[in-house]
Protein backbone atom coordinates (compact mmCIF):
# COMPACT_ATOMS: atom_id res chain seq x y z
CA UNK A 1 0.00 0.00 0.00
CA UNK A 2 0.93 3.52 -0.81
CA UNK A 3 -0.90 4.84 2.27
CA UNK A 4 2.81 5.72 3.93
CA UNK A 5 4.20 8.52 1.71
CA UNK A 6 3.70 11.56 3.18
CA UNK A 7 2.95 13.72 0.44
CA UNK A 8 1.76 10.99 -1.96
CA UNK A 9 -2.05 11.08 -3.15
CA UNK A 10 -2.84 7.94 -0.93
CA UNK A 11 -5.71 5.84 -2.98
CA UNK A 12 -8.52 3.82 -1.17
CA UNK A 13 -9.18 0.65 -2.30
CA UNK A 14 -12.48 0.31 -0.65
CA UNK A 15 -14.16 2.70 -2.93
CA UNK A 16 -16.81 1.31 -4.76
CA UNK A 17 -15.81 1.08 -8.25
CA UNK A 18 -17.76 3.16 -10.74
CA UNK A 19 -19.71 0.22 -12.61
CA UNK A 20 -22.17 0.45 -9.44
CA UNK A 21 -23.04 4.02 -10.11
CA UNK A 22 -25.32 2.21 -12.82
CA UNK A 23 -27.02 -0.39 -10.08
CA UNK A 24 -26.97 2.51 -7.51
CA UNK A 25 -29.25 4.87 -9.69
CA UNK A 26 -31.13 1.55 -10.86
CA UNK A 27 -31.78 0.65 -6.79
CA UNK A 28 -33.08 4.36 -6.41
CA UNK A 29 -35.14 4.51 -9.37
CA UNK A 30 -37.06 1.55 -8.40
CA UNK A 31 -37.79 2.44 -4.67
CA UNK A 32 -40.91 3.85 -3.71
CA UNK A 33 -40.84 7.10 -3.85
CA UNK A 34 -37.79 6.86 -6.19
CA UNK A 35 -34.84 8.64 -4.17
CA UNK A 36 -30.87 9.22 -5.91
CA UNK A 37 -28.11 10.01 -3.38
CA UNK A 38 -26.73 13.20 -2.72
CA UNK A 39 -22.92 12.49 -3.14
CA UNK A 40 -24.47 12.28 -7.01
CA UNK A 41 -23.91 15.89 -7.64
CA UNK A 42 -20.87 15.96 -6.97
CA UNK A 43 -19.22 15.97 -10.29
CA UNK A 44 -16.56 18.44 -11.86
CA UNK A 45 -19.18 20.32 -12.79
CA UNK A 46 -21.24 19.79 -9.54
CA UNK A 47 -18.24 21.00 -7.73
CA UNK A 48 -17.80 24.00 -9.27
CA UNK A 49 -21.22 25.18 -9.55
CA UNK A 50 -22.18 23.85 -5.58
CA UNK A 51 -18.87 26.86 -5.17
CA UNK A 52 -20.92 29.39 -7.19
CA UNK A 53 -23.92 28.29 -4.58
CA UNK A 54 -21.74 29.06 -1.85
CA UNK A 55 -21.32 33.41 -3.59
CA UNK A 56 -25.23 33.18 -3.92
CA UNK A 57 -26.66 36.08 -1.90
CA UNK A 58 -29.39 33.50 -0.13
CA UNK A 59 -27.01 31.08 0.80
CA UNK A 60 -25.99 32.35 3.99
CA UNK A 61 -24.00 28.81 5.37
CA UNK A 62 -20.55 30.05 4.11
CA UNK A 63 -20.35 33.32 4.84
CA UNK A 64 -21.96 32.98 8.44
CA UNK A 65 -19.04 30.02 8.90
CA UNK A 66 -16.74 32.01 7.69
CA UNK A 67 -17.46 34.75 10.09
CA UNK A 68 -17.81 32.42 12.96
CA UNK A 69 -13.69 30.94 11.95
CA UNK A 70 -13.00 34.75 11.82
CA UNK A 71 -14.07 35.74 15.20
CA UNK A 72 -13.19 32.04 16.51
CA UNK A 73 -10.61 30.50 14.38
CA UNK A 74 -7.76 31.03 17.94
CA UNK A 75 -10.12 30.00 20.44
CA UNK A 76 -11.25 27.25 18.39
CA UNK A 77 -7.12 26.25 18.02
CA UNK A 78 -6.89 26.79 21.52
CA UNK A 79 -9.14 24.16 22.55
CA UNK A 80 -7.53 21.65 19.74
CA UNK A 81 -4.46 22.20 21.42
CA UNK A 82 -1.30 21.83 19.96
CA UNK A 83 0.30 18.78 17.63
CA UNK A 84 -2.56 18.30 16.43
CA UNK A 85 -3.81 15.94 13.34
CA UNK A 86 -6.16 17.41 11.07
CA UNK A 87 -8.24 15.18 9.02
CA UNK A 88 -10.76 16.83 7.05
CA UNK A 89 -14.16 15.27 5.81
CA UNK A 90 -14.26 16.32 2.20
CA UNK A 91 -11.53 18.83 0.83
CA UNK A 92 -13.97 21.37 0.79
CA UNK A 93 -13.13 25.00 1.22
CA UNK A 94 -9.98 26.01 1.35
CA UNK A 95 -10.79 28.79 2.91
CA UNK A 96 -12.04 27.90 6.39
CA UNK A 97 -9.43 25.32 6.79
CA UNK A 98 -6.80 27.74 6.36
CA UNK A 99 -8.28 30.16 9.11
CA UNK A 100 -7.83 27.16 11.12
CA UNK A 101 -4.44 25.80 10.18
CA UNK A 102 -3.49 29.55 10.38
CA UNK A 103 -4.17 29.38 14.51
CA UNK A 104 -3.03 25.71 15.31
CA UNK A 105 0.06 24.97 17.25
CA UNK A 106 2.49 22.85 15.75
CA UNK A 107 -0.09 20.54 13.78
CA UNK A 108 1.37 17.18 13.05
CA UNK A 109 -0.08 16.93 9.73
CA UNK A 110 -3.39 17.56 7.03
CA UNK A 111 -5.11 15.16 5.78
CA UNK A 112 -7.86 16.19 3.86
CA UNK A 113 -10.72 13.05 2.63
CA UNK A 114 -12.20 12.99 -0.30
CA UNK A 115 -13.41 10.72 -2.75
CA UNK A 116 -12.92 13.03 -6.05
CA UNK A 117 -9.39 13.16 -7.06
CA UNK A 118 -9.21 16.21 -8.85
CA UNK A 119 -10.53 18.38 -6.08
CA UNK A 120 -8.31 16.68 -3.79
CA UNK A 121 -5.30 17.44 -5.95
CA UNK A 122 -6.61 20.86 -5.99
CA UNK A 123 -6.96 21.48 -2.19
CA UNK A 124 -3.39 20.27 -2.08
CA UNK A 125 -1.83 22.20 -3.77
CA UNK A 126 -4.15 25.13 -2.62
CA UNK A 127 -2.64 24.37 0.90
CA UNK A 128 1.10 23.54 0.21
CA UNK A 129 1.47 27.05 -1.09
CA UNK A 130 0.55 28.78 2.03
CA UNK A 131 1.85 26.12 4.39
CA UNK A 132 5.18 25.11 3.12
CA UNK A 133 5.94 23.38 6.27
CA UNK A 134 3.16 21.33 6.80
CA UNK A 135 3.04 17.88 5.82
CA UNK A 136 -0.08 17.16 3.69
CA UNK A 137 -1.16 13.75 3.42
CA UNK A 138 -3.86 13.61 1.23
CA UNK A 139 -6.40 10.47 1.41
CA UNK A 140 -8.71 9.77 -1.89
CA UNK A 141 -11.78 7.81 -0.26
CA UNK A 142 -15.07 8.00 0.75
CA UNK A 143 -15.56 9.06 4.15
CA UNK A 144 -18.65 7.60 4.96
CA UNK A 145 -16.91 4.06 4.75
CA UNK A 146 -13.79 3.28 7.36
CA UNK A 147 -10.81 4.73 6.75
CA UNK A 148 -7.07 3.62 6.59
CA UNK A 149 -5.55 6.99 7.54
CA UNK A 150 -2.26 7.13 6.22
CA UNK A 151 0.62 7.11 9.04
CA UNK A 152 2.14 10.77 10.49
CA UNK A 153 5.15 11.62 10.53
CA UNK A 154 5.61 12.11 13.77
CA UNK A 155 3.15 11.38 16.73
CA UNK A 156 -0.08 13.54 16.96
CA UNK A 157 -1.45 14.73 20.50
CA UNK A 158 -4.81 14.33 19.18
CA UNK A 159 -6.44 13.31 16.06
CA UNK A 160 -9.25 15.76 15.35
CA UNK A 161 -11.35 15.06 12.35
CA UNK A 162 -12.46 18.39 10.59
CA UNK A 163 -16.16 18.29 9.16
CA UNK A 164 -17.01 21.75 8.32
CA UNK A 165 -20.03 23.10 5.76
CA UNK A 166 -22.99 21.37 7.88
CA UNK A 167 -22.57 17.98 5.26
CA UNK A 168 -23.71 16.04 8.40
CA UNK A 169 -26.99 17.51 7.56
CA UNK A 170 -27.32 15.86 4.30
CA UNK A 171 -27.51 12.37 6.25
CA UNK A 172 -30.77 11.46 8.25
CA UNK A 173 -30.64 11.29 11.74
CA UNK A 174 -29.87 7.48 12.30
CA UNK A 175 -27.25 7.74 9.02
CA UNK A 176 -25.73 10.75 10.26
CA UNK A 177 -25.49 9.37 14.53
CA UNK A 178 -23.82 6.03 12.33
CA UNK A 179 -21.79 8.20 10.65
CA UNK A 180 -20.19 10.09 14.17
CA UNK A 181 -19.43 6.99 15.77
CA UNK A 182 -17.67 5.77 12.77
CA UNK A 183 -15.62 8.97 13.11
CA UNK A 184 -15.35 8.59 16.87
CA UNK A 185 -13.56 5.36 16.58
CA UNK A 186 -11.53 7.04 13.87
CA UNK A 187 -10.03 9.37 16.31
CA UNK A 188 -9.29 7.45 18.93
CA UNK A 189 -9.78 7.85 23.01
CA UNK A 190 -8.09 11.54 23.32
CA UNK A 191 -9.44 12.50 19.39
CA UNK A 192 -12.13 15.41 19.07
CA UNK A 193 -14.71 16.45 15.99
CA UNK A 194 -15.13 19.82 15.00
CA UNK A 195 -18.18 19.77 12.84
CA UNK A 196 -20.13 22.42 11.41
CA UNK A 197 -23.95 22.56 12.04
CA UNK A 198 -26.75 24.84 10.33
CA UNK A 199 -29.35 25.73 12.63
CA UNK A 200 -32.58 25.93 12.81
CA UNK A 201 -34.03 29.69 12.04
CA UNK A 202 -37.14 31.80 10.05
CA UNK A 203 -38.04 28.84 7.34
CA UNK A 204 -37.77 31.67 4.85
CA UNK A 205 -34.24 32.52 5.13
CA UNK A 206 -33.34 28.71 4.68
CA UNK A 207 -35.63 28.17 1.93
CA UNK A 208 -34.41 31.23 0.05
CA UNK A 209 -30.56 29.59 0.39
CA UNK A 210 -32.02 26.31 -1.51
CA UNK A 211 -34.11 28.56 -3.94
CA UNK A 212 -31.37 31.32 -4.81
CA UNK A 213 -32.83 33.92 -7.77
CA UNK A 214 -30.09 33.48 -10.23
CA UNK A 215 -31.02 29.57 -10.18
CA UNK A 216 -27.54 28.32 -9.20
CA UNK A 217 -29.11 25.70 -6.85
CA UNK A 218 -31.37 24.49 -9.55
CA UNK A 219 -28.32 24.18 -12.50
CA UNK A 220 -26.78 22.34 -9.68
CA UNK A 221 -29.62 19.79 -8.69
CA UNK A 222 -30.36 19.53 -12.55
CA UNK A 223 -26.65 18.74 -13.09
CA UNK A 224 -26.78 15.24 -11.30
CA UNK A 225 -29.01 14.38 -14.30
CA UNK A 226 -26.29 15.68 -16.88
CA UNK A 227 -23.89 13.74 -15.24
CA UNK A 228 -25.80 10.45 -15.07
CA UNK A 229 -26.36 10.99 -18.74
CA UNK A 230 -23.27 11.05 -19.43
CA UNK A 231 -21.56 8.52 -16.90
CA UNK A 232 -24.37 5.81 -17.45
CA UNK A 233 -25.79 6.94 -20.71
CA UNK A 234 -29.46 7.39 -19.32
CA UNK A 235 -31.51 9.68 -21.56
CA UNK A 236 -32.95 12.16 -18.78
CA UNK A 237 -34.52 14.86 -20.55
CA UNK A 238 -32.98 18.06 -18.27
CA UNK A 239 -35.92 20.63 -19.59
CA UNK A 240 -38.68 17.53 -18.63
CA UNK A 241 -37.32 17.94 -14.80
CA UNK A 242 -37.89 20.57 -12.44
CA UNK A 243 -35.77 21.79 -9.09
CA UNK A 244 -37.79 21.73 -6.14
CA UNK A 245 -36.60 22.69 -2.39
CA UNK A 246 -39.20 22.87 0.51
CA UNK A 247 -38.47 22.85 4.57
CA UNK A 248 -40.26 20.48 6.45
CA UNK A 249 -40.64 21.75 9.43
CA UNK A 250 -41.64 18.54 11.50
CA UNK A 251 -38.21 17.17 10.26
CA UNK A 252 -36.54 20.16 10.70
CA UNK A 253 -35.03 19.78 6.98
CA UNK A 254 -34.52 20.54 3.50
CA UNK A 255 -35.94 18.58 1.12
CA UNK A 256 -34.41 18.76 -2.34
CA UNK A 257 -36.46 16.67 -4.79
CA UNK A 258 -36.26 16.48 -9.30
CA UNK A 259 -39.73 16.85 -9.98
CA UNK A 260 -41.25 15.22 -13.49
CA UNK A 261 -42.74 18.10 -15.36
CA UNK A 262 -45.04 15.45 -17.46
CA UNK A 263 -45.45 11.90 -17.99
CA UNK A 264 -42.59 10.06 -19.34
CA UNK A 265 -40.18 7.18 -19.49
CA UNK A 266 -36.38 7.56 -18.91
CA UNK A 267 -33.93 4.48 -20.13
CA UNK A 268 -31.37 3.79 -17.63
CA UNK A 269 -29.15 1.33 -18.75
CA UNK A 270 -31.62 -1.83 -19.53
CA UNK A 271 -34.29 -0.95 -17.76
CA UNK A 272 -37.07 1.57 -18.13
CA UNK A 273 -38.17 3.81 -15.83
CA UNK A 274 -41.78 5.29 -16.04
CA UNK A 275 -42.63 8.85 -14.34
CA UNK A 276 -45.77 10.36 -13.31
CA UNK A 277 -46.53 13.61 -13.90
CA UNK A 278 -45.18 15.62 -11.05
CA UNK A 279 -43.74 12.77 -9.70
CA UNK A 280 -40.53 13.70 -7.53
CA UNK A 281 -37.32 11.98 -7.12
CA UNK A 282 -35.59 12.83 -3.68
CA UNK A 283 -32.42 13.78 -3.98
CA UNK A 284 -31.38 15.49 -0.93
CA UNK A 285 -31.80 16.05 2.74
CA UNK A 286 -29.98 19.47 4.70
CA UNK A 287 -30.88 19.37 8.14
CA UNK A 288 -31.28 21.83 10.16
CA UNK A 289 -30.30 21.78 14.31
CA UNK A 290 -31.18 23.21 17.52
CA UNK A 291 -28.53 23.16 19.82
CA UNK A 292 -30.44 20.51 21.59
CA UNK A 293 -31.50 18.54 18.84
CA UNK A 294 -27.39 18.18 17.83
CA UNK A 295 -26.52 17.25 21.44
CA UNK A 296 -29.25 14.60 21.55
CA UNK A 297 -27.75 13.48 18.11
CA UNK A 298 -23.87 13.47 19.28
CA UNK A 299 -25.10 11.47 22.42
CA UNK A 300 -26.79 8.66 19.75
CA UNK A 301 -23.01 8.07 18.66
CA UNK A 302 -21.45 7.91 21.82
CA UNK A 303 -19.72 11.44 22.03
CA UNK A 304 -20.49 14.46 23.90
CA UNK A 305 -20.70 18.69 23.01
CA UNK A 306 -17.53 20.38 24.55
CA UNK A 307 -17.61 23.52 22.82
CA UNK A 308 -20.30 25.70 20.54
CA UNK A 309 -19.11 28.76 18.68
CA UNK A 310 -21.61 30.34 16.79
CA UNK A 311 -21.30 33.17 14.10
CA UNK A 312 -22.88 36.87 15.57
CA UNK A 313 -26.04 35.98 13.65
CA UNK A 314 -26.79 32.75 15.40
CA UNK A 315 -27.77 31.63 12.02
CA UNK A 316 -24.51 28.65 11.90
CA UNK A 317 -22.53 26.45 14.52
CA UNK A 318 -19.42 24.52 14.53
CA UNK A 319 -19.02 22.17 17.63
CA UNK A 320 -16.21 20.21 19.44
CA UNK A 321 -17.13 16.91 20.31
CA UNK A 322 -15.53 14.25 22.15
CA UNK A 323 -16.23 10.75 23.28
CA UNK A 324 -18.63 10.94 26.10
CA UNK A 325 -16.52 9.40 28.52
CA UNK A 326 -14.05 11.92 28.20
CA UNK A 327 -16.31 14.82 28.93
CA UNK A 328 -16.34 14.51 32.09
CA UNK A 329 -12.88 14.17 32.87
C1 LIG B 1 -22.55 21.03 1.02
C2 LIG B 1 -24.19 19.66 2.02
C3 LIG B 1 -23.56 21.71 3.06
O1 LIG B 1 -26.79 21.00 2.12
O2 LIG B 1 -26.39 23.13 2.24
C4 LIG B 1 -26.21 23.49 -1.17
C5 LIG B 1 -25.17 21.30 -0.33
N1 LIG B 1 -27.23 21.68 -1.68
N2 LIG B 1 -27.31 23.80 -1.89
C6 LIG B 1 -26.12 22.00 1.85
C7 LIG B 1 -26.18 22.14 -1.04
C8 LIG B 1 -27.91 22.70 -2.22
C9 LIG B 1 -24.84 21.82 1.02
N3 LIG B 1 -23.80 21.06 1.76
Request: charged share 25%.
Amino acid sequence: MSSVQPFGLSDDDRRPPSSDLLEVVQRGLGARPKRLPSWLFYDERGSALFERICEQPEYYLTRCEIALMDEHAADIAGALGSDVRLVEYGSGNAHKTRMLLEHLRAPVTYVPVEISPEPLRQSVERLATAFPQLPLQPLCADFSKPLRLPIPPRAPRRTVLYFPGSTIGNFDNRSAAALLRKMRNEMGDAGGILIGADLKKDPALIEAAYNDRAGVTAEFTLNMLARLNREIGSNFELSAFAHRSHYNPMAGRIETHLVSRREQQVKVGRVNVPFRTDEAIQVEYSCKYSLEDFAALTARAGLAVQRVWTDPQRMFSVQYLVRASMSAR
